[in-house]
């Protein structure tokens, strides 16, 4: 039955939780990374304010239900009263019933921040196969035009230019091959699977599929044609000439409005065609070099009742693996003897640790193992620094020198 364990009943396998493991797709963070974090997050946050978008909350706890995009894969428990909930599997949902509940009249457009965790039960994507992880992001809410999908294309690139990470933004339109697909006489499951496909760029699924749905020679040439649908404004040219219907040429010319408004270097990916069911309109991604997954993405919605919504999330996590090699060392703590000094020292902006013995020896100990090299005291003349070294580990003091601040 739910939440019982059969473990006692018989051996298990698995790593004991008193033996310091902890479950499969978590992980521990220890200080220099925390650190980091952190400060990318104030800046994150900060950019994000100075485009308007204000900051909301969303709860952890959500009731669970079927319709929900991540159903499948959240985690689910129940509490007191006997209601199914789940952890937060993902933050439009949330903040789109926020906005519903709290900002039924606007005003819109509403632009809106978040952060926080994500619990996923089944191992996914994120980086590390994470199943709990962190993720900022922005929606902009109750407009649907070309300005405001461009804005979120600035954003997106202001954010990165924050975080210091070169990346590529990849645009796509997944509307665009149901388009396609529409045109070609494709529906319901068949349609599904072929859009599953391309997403793949799988040319071998492509081929299978038309066999199986008896699909034209032109036909499945023009759904080959979209799988290589990828790279500069040239991308465009093509797909008007690919797909004459009118859906599909409207999908191509909002894409050229909101690259003019943008102004700045796209990829364009008319292949995408990922969560078809999910997106309606313009979707993005950017990509930082060495990561095989996107640091930052999203598109545009619908909420339930047709509110439309906008939006890209930022993986935390990857964008702390697509800055690795440029963070900057943690910054120099210094050891305070005493209270006093250790006031002066955070009063001109460096880190202080307080000493908790008069045991120089003890002190000396921990200062080499800590990696702490200056002591600090104060005086009537000023704060007096204790320069160290050591010759080993244990903390043996080879020599060091006072100056005084």
């Known amino acids: 039955m739910p939440g019982v364990s059969s473990s006692a009943a018989r051996p298990s396998n698995r790593p004991s939780a008193r033996a310091g493991f902890i479950p499969e797709g978590t992980r521990d963070v220890l200080p220099p ?14 950019c994000f304010s100075a485009w308007g978008y204000r900051g909301v909350e969303v709860p952890a706890l959500e009731f669970a239900s079927a319709d929900h995009p991540q159903d499948a894969l959240a985690f689910k428990l129940i509490d007191s009263g006997g209601q199914v909930l789940s952890l937060r599997s993902e933050f439009t949902t949330a903040v789109g019933r926020l906005v519903r509940s709290r900002f039924p009249q606007g005003p819109f457009p509403l632009r809106l921040q978040y952060g926080g965790r994500l619990w996923l ?70 349609r599904a699977a072929v859009h599953d496909a391309i997403d793949r760029k799988s040319g071998a699924d492509v081929d299978l599929l ?38 599909a040429q409207e999908a191509v010319t909002h894409l050229r ?13 008319l292949g995408v065609s990922r969560r078809y069911g999910y997106y309606t ?8 070099a060495g990561l095989n997954q996107p640091v930052l993405g999203g598109g545009r919605y619908d909420l339930p009742g047709g509110l439309p919504g906008a939006g890209f999330a930022v993986g935390l996590e990857r964008l702390m693996q697509a800055l690795a090699p440029v963070l900057p060392p943690e910054p120099e703590v210094v050891l305070a003897l005493d209270l006093a000094s250790a006031r002066a020292a955070r009063a001109q902006g460096l880190h202080a640790e307080l000493a908790w013995t008069d045991d120089r020896g003890e002190l000396r100990a921990f200062s080499a193992a800590r990696g702490i090299r200056r ?31």
């Open 121 to 190: 039960r089944a191992l996914n994507s994120e980086l590390g196969r994470l199943r709990e992880f962190n993720q900022m992001g922005v929606e902009l809410i109750g407009v649907q035009t070309a300005q405001s999908d461009a804005e979120l294309l600035h954003l997106a690139a202001a954010a990165l230019e924050t975080a210091g990470v070169q990346a590529q933004l990849e645009v796509g339109y997944p509307g665009f091959v149901d388009a396609v697909l529409e045109d070609a006489g494709l529906n319901g499951e068949a």
């Open 210 to 247: 038309a066999a199986q749905h008896g699909l034209s020679g032109a036909v499945r040439g023009t759904l080959h044609a979209l799988t290589d649908l990828y790279g500069g404004p040239e991308v465009l040219d093509a797909a008007q000439a690919l797909a004459p219907g009118l859906r």
């Open 281 to 288: 309109g313009l979707t993005f991604r950017a990509y930082s």
């Open 375 to 405: 002591w600090v005291s104060d005086s009537p003349s000023g704060l007096t620094f204790t320069e160290l070294t050591f010759t080993e580990l244990d903390g043996t003091d080879l020599n060091s020198t006072e100056v005084t601040a």
């Open 257 to 269: 409005r909101v690259a003019a408004l943008y102004g700045g270097p796209l990829l364009f990916d």
């Open 33 to 46: 990374e925390w650190s980091q974090r952190e400060a990318l997050r104030a800046r994150l946050s900060a």
